[in-house]
């Protein structure tokens, strides 16, 4: 009797030279899954090798690529989608977390009898710039045109789906992984040649989300009381030139190492001695889980939402409040590193679980329109 083939899920995520929330998110639920049963492909948004695209085709994946996001040209998208759905009818479900192009690709798989499709909301705002104030009606909009929708926390689920229903799907991550290691801290801080510096890091893209410029403000302001502190960031991004011209400006870039993106990023948490995460908003923020994990005492803006709060690790601050006041309360507070694993197991934050969740959240999907199918 032959093997039965695994259901097969078409994630369609932006692609390229990226590794951030999003594809990390992904990658964690894809090396977890029971790939027996459940099997994510993946179509992308850039024509080039992406940062995961070794990793996806180990894991038996297959990588889809169209170069919208460079050519701009919606109707060749639109032609290569109607395409694309009409020849892969494979694909029962598909998993948006896209939203600039969500109405598109959503309605051209609608159109071509794709029954479920999902809406996976990550964000709890747009930039405040003229490109924001354009997204954030598009992204209104996605909720007419997919019928199953998911969410990184009740403030994401709101803005994307409003009072519509959504299932929370934790930002879940490989306890394992990020658990404080005396000797890779040891490996490297030796490394970078830090000796009993005061450390604080950050990991993200260097974007206008993420908040690097006020960043650089407080590390400029913790310097003034703690002249032995270092900044480590972590990320690629648009803005990294800007922030490293600012670092210049403020005098501060001698003591700020730059490390562009890293594979084993895990490593790096154990060499901080705080993380800092300023950001303008965010749809959860996986790096303040996976600080907490690590047992690093974690500060960040109050706009974030509170199911970060997954221990006692971590600060929550006003952006309305200045730089000075910021560095004033990190450097004031107990920076002492805890193991709060079994705190932060309760909050269902555990990989190795929820990836059985999602697992069985996607087979009750696709049975339940089977079922449907079937009665009619």
Avoid at 365 to 374: P, S
Wanted: overall charge positive.
């Amino acid at each position: 009797m032959d093997k039965e083939e695994p259901i097969r899920i078409l994630q369609i995520l932006p692609g390229g030279h990226i590794c951030g929330g999003i594809e990390n998110f992904i990658m964690n639920y894809y090396r977890n899954i029971d790939r027996s049963k459940v099997q994510f492909d993946f179509l992308v948004h850039y024509d080039e090798k992406g940062y995961y695209d070794d990793e996806i085709k180990s894991l038996g994946g297959k990588i889809y690529y169209t170069n919208v996001r460079k050519d701009k040209n919606i109707l060749k998208y639109i032609k290569f989608l109607n395409k694309f759905f009409k020849e892969h009818r494979e694909y029962k479900i598909i998993h948006g977390h896209m939203p600039g192009l969500a109405p598109i690709y959503f309605l051209v798989a609608k159109l071509n009898g794709v029954k479920i499709r999902i809406a996976h909301s990550h964000v709890t705002d747009t930039e405040r710039t003229l490109k924001g104030t354009i997204l954030k009606p598009i992204i209104k909009s996605i909720r007419f045109f997919s019928n199953v929708y998911f969410s990184c926390s009740n403030e994401a689920g709101k803005f994307m789906f409003g009072k519509r229903n959504f299932t929370i799907v934790k930002n879940a991550i490989d306890f394992e992984k990020f658990i404080f290691n005396e000797n890779k801290r040891n490996e490297i801080r030796e490394k970078l040649k830090l000796n009993n510096e005061f450390v604080v890091g950050c990991i993200g893209r260097f974007n206008h989300q993420k908040n690097h410029t006020f960043l650089l403000d407080i590390f400029s302001e913790m310097l003034k009381t703690k002249k032995d502190s270092k900044l480590i960031l972590i990320g690629e991004g648009a803005l990294e030139e800007k922030i490293r011209e600012k670092a210049e400006d403020l005098g501060i870039s001698k003591d700020i190492i730059f490390l562009g993106v890293k594979d084993n990023v895990q490593d790096y948490y154990n060499a901080f001695d705080a993380f800092i995460l300023p950001t303008n908003f965010e749809g959860l923020g996986i790096v303040l889980i996976e600080a907490q994990v690590n047992g690093l005492p974690t500060y960040t803006s109050d706009v974030v939402p509170k199911e970060t709060n997954v221990s006692k690790l971590i600060h929550y601050i006003s952006l309305r409040n200045p730089a000075s006041y910021w560095a004033n309360d990190i450097l004031s507070s107990n920076n002492e590193r805890k193991d709060v694993i079994e705190d932060i197991e309760k909050k269902h934050y555990n990989i190795k679980l929820e990836a059985q969740i999602l697992q069985d959240k996607y087979i009750g999907l696709l049975e339940g329109e089977d079922k449907n199918e079937r009665n009619n």
